[in-house]
């Protein structure tokens, strides 16, 4: 069965580069490395760590535990109230803390889609060589099957000649 047929050209361009690769001392494909964290820049890096932070249990619960405070110090005036209720300070901060926020969740993000991509692109070649190999493994079997086939043949013909030529 013939599953070239299903693949697009830039597909088949890329297997018939992998068969030619095969027939050159099999030397493997070049597939180019994907990106990895330590090739990101600064930005990178720091939008990676502070969206590993926000997006903790551990960011949660401070968070959760300093807007308590903050409530409760202005709800019952523990310190001068310096922001009364409807608590126009604290939503101001915290709009502040989402402006800058998401833009640095959305960067890790794009970053994380991009080694995604990369990974998946290079997991499609090691599947297209896999592939490719199983082929050759299908036509090295066949082969061999035809072989012993014909071995037998030759056999049950020798056998029969014999049989019908007592010596």
Do not use: C
């Not at 990106?35 to 990676?48: E, K």
């Not at 014999?162 to 010596?167: F, I, S, T, V």
């Amino acid at each position: 069965m013939n599953h070239a047929a299903k693949l697009d050209p830039a597909d088949l361009t890329l297997l018939h580069e992998l068969r030619a690769g095969r027939r050159r001392h099999r030397r493997p494909a070049k597939i180019a490395p994907p990106p990895h964290a330590a090739d990101a820049g600064f930005g990178a890096r720091m939008a990676d760590r502070i969206t590993a932070l926000v997006g903790s249990w551990r960011f949660i619960l401070i968070q959760t535990a300093l807007l308590l405070v903050w409530l409760s110090a202005n709800v019952f005036a523990w310190v001068q109230a310096w922001d009364p209720y409807p608590f126009i300070l604290l939503n101001l901060v915290l709009s502040f803390q989402a402006a800058y926020t998401a833009p640095i969740i959305m960067m890790s993000q794009n970053r994380m889609g991009d080694l995604d991509r990369a990974r998946a692109e290079d997991d499609y070649h090691v599947n297209l060589k896999a592939e490719l190999e199983i082929e050759t493994l299908h036509q090295k079997i066949d082969l061999l099957r035809e072989t012993e086939i014909a071995r037998l043949l030759a056999l049950v013909e020798r056998l029969e000649a014999a049989r019908g030529n007592p010596a």
